[in-house]
């Protein structure tokens, strides 16, 4: 058999699953309002639960980082995965507030464990073929957003209930999943793979011994620190454009209801187009260059966000925001990858934890500056924070701790 073969299956896999997570986000936070609506979820009630989502995502991260020392990212994520599946139909069918505050919790915490070990198992991958690749799964990801929010807004315009939804897309992704989890690889699977068993101990197999440091170098989070912050400002400039660019474009540049729709939309597509050749571009120039082009392109955006006469000049600037965003937060998980080789899984946990630092702080802030202040002003404030990783961008460029800096190891093998 083809030695680079369990190399391009293992990838595959992957991205079925990012696929399939991004799918079921989409079909949980586009269905916001329905949700409240069948619930009877108060305005005042909503942002408890919503908070509580993010929160307990960041607790099953940190718990992931515990239970991947003893079995591989690929067994928690092979079956942590079905369950956020099944949680979402459960949220479906139910009636009763204890039942949506179970099911949003259950969510949060499988959620923080399906999206540290996919990166983790991501980060493993791109080590394996000595090149980018992940911002190729995050596009999957973006693809599977997209699915999920045509889904959603078919349900909300032929007024079809939230289980009648749900179900059928749970019926596909769950087998879906689970059978590409067979051909996951870990860090320390051998050439031709593992499929899925479980090894011993996951302390010490983070990379070919061959490429390992002199010594493991725990996580520091003084070191990992500067990535933490770039995720969270990440983040924040996302969860503006997903939860205020539809309110932004009515309610501030005056457009119909029906075009304040479109700009999230945009925003999901040029996401998908910006990661899928986002890789080419961090093979040809570095990581470190695509951070700052895209650093720079988002920051534009938000000033023409900011600045824009009318709805159209506004959607141009939410274009350049998905174009810009796009490619940050996957070089983010792989920068901690090549920071931390050794206890790269420990370091991929620690970092998404400030991803739902940024979705939780993100929205209040910009809807608090908007109320106060004004919402064009609000732009500014993200924008300020995305630029900040102009700052940072150094450490894209970091190789192992206390060893310098350096690029991508070549690939000892030619994988397609």
Request: proline share 5%; glycine share 12%; hydrophobic share 50%.
């Amino acid at each position: 058999m083809d030695d680079t073969q369990p190399l391009r299956h293992g990838r595959a896999a992957l991205a079925v699953s990012f696929f399939a997570q991004g799918a079921l986000f989409a079909l949980l936070v586009t269905r916001i309002p329905a949700i409240q609506d069948r619930y009877g979820i108060g305005d005042g009630l909503l942002p408890v639960f919503l908070a509580a989502v993010p929160i307990l995502a960041g607790v099953g991260s940190v718990g992931t980082e515990k239970l991947v020392a003893r079995v591989r990212p690929s067994v928690v994520l092979r079956w942590v995965q079905p369950v956020v599946a099944l949680v979402l139909l459960g949220l479906g069918a139910g009636n009763r507030m204890w039942v949506a505050a179970v099911t949003l919790a259950l969510f949060g915490v499988c959620v923080g464990g399906l999206d540290a070990s996919m990166n983790m198992l991501g980060v493993s991958l791109q080590r394996a073929y000595g090149r980018s690749i992940m911002l190729g799964f995050h596009a999957a990801y973006s693809l599977g957003g997209i699915v999920g929010s045509v889904l959603a807004w078919s349900g909300a315009h032929w007024h079809i209930s939230l289980v009648a939804i749900y179900g059928p897309a749970v019926l596909v992704l769950i087998p879906l999943t689970l059978v590409a989890s067979r051909w996951y690889r870990d860090a320390d699977d051998g050439p031709h793979g593992a499929h899925g068993k479980q090894a011993p101990s996951r302390q010490h197999s983070q990379q070919d011994p061959q490429e390992q440091p002199k010594a493991a170098v725990p996580v520091v989070m003084r070191l990992l620190l500067p990535l933490c912050l770039v995720m969270s400002f990440a983040y924040i400039g996302d969860s503006t454009v997903s939860n205020w660019s539809a309110k932004y474009l009515q309610d501030t540049l005056h457009s119909s209801e029906q075009l304040s729709t479109v700009p999230y939309a945009v925003y999901m597509v040029t996401t998908l187009l910006g990661r899928s050749v986002g890789d080419f571009g961090v093979r040809r120039f570095g990581a470190v260059a695509v951070v700052r082009l895209g650093t720079v392109v988002a920051v534009a955006g938000f000033a023409v966000v900011a600045v824009a006469p009318g709805a159209w000049v506004g959607m141009l600037g939410f274009t350049l925001l998905g174009f810009g965003l796009c490619v940050i937060v996957p070089q983010t998980f792989a920068a901690a990858g090549r920071l931390f080789p050794t206890a790269s899984d420990a370091a991929i946990a620690r970092l998404n934890v400030f991803n739902y630092v940024g979705f939780l702080v993100g929205s209040p802030l910009v809807g608090a500056l908007g109320d106060a202040w004004s919402y064009r002003g609000a732009m500014l404030v993200p924008m300020l924070l995305v630029a900040a990783t102009l700052y940072y961008a150094k450490s894209f460029d970091a190789g192992p701790a206390g060893y310098g800096v350096g690029h991508e190891r070549p690939s000892t093998v030619d994988v397609g």
